[in-house]
């Protein structure tokens, strides 16, 4: 049978070509914390294939402009250790330059993580993001939306980064992505398999590196998913 073409000589359907590729094709898991992630790339059968951590903005930047800046400039937190009275308007600006960074960032470490593992990579699992108002003026107003939406920034700007490189996005809920792991691969709990990825690599293995290997097990789901044998 030549490439491209079915046993029954009609062209794949393009849902057929996209799950072959996705079988074959490994999933990046991502756990973030402030301007900084974890990403742990997972093979189709389970084996651990990289992990790092990348940073997404420019040394210099705030890293909770939303949250810190933003406040200051509504009024709120101004008797903390360094607040500064600022403008809205700059406040805004700055949130801008913060997201322009993440996003050159997250282009930029995704590309060397596509160089550096040995098969492509076709999805990415990245913890769901609350909603929250659509501009940042309105995030920055919102007591709880500008608590939130520095780490949504730089969720998204992973997203984004992801789907320009044709990545699937897969955005998992932290309080089940452990469950959702252990179904993917047929069995009642998770912590066998994330250890034996542990000592595969050695450390750091933290609470972090497993979030983020859960949710790429998530992600991958149950297509000829494997745990490695030394978890058995």
Known sequence: MSDGVSCRGAPPKKEDVARGRTQTAATVGVAEQSNSA????????GELLDRR?????????????????????????LNTPGARALSLADAVALVERVRASAARGARASLETLAAAVPIPIASIAIRACPKLPPTTEERIADNRAQTLADSVMYREALATA???????????????????????????????????????????W??????????????????ALRPPTSAS
């Open 38 to 45: 974890v990403l742990v790339t997972v093979s189709p059968s």
């Open 53 to 77: 951590r990348i940073d997404l903005t420019d040394r210099g930047l705030p890293t909770h402009p939303h949250h810190h800046q933003g406040s200051w400039a509504v009024g709120r937190y």
């Open 162 to 204: 992801a789907e320009a490189r044709g990545w699937s996005v897969h955005w998992y809920d932290r309080e089940r992505v452990f469950l959702d792991a252990a179904a993917a691969l047929g069995r009642e709990d998770v912590d066998a398999v994330l250890r034996a990825m542990g000592r595969s690599f050695g450390p750091p």
């Open 206 to 223: 933290q609470a972090k590196h497993k979030l983020a290997a859960a949710a790429a097990i998530a992600a991958t789901g149950r297509r």
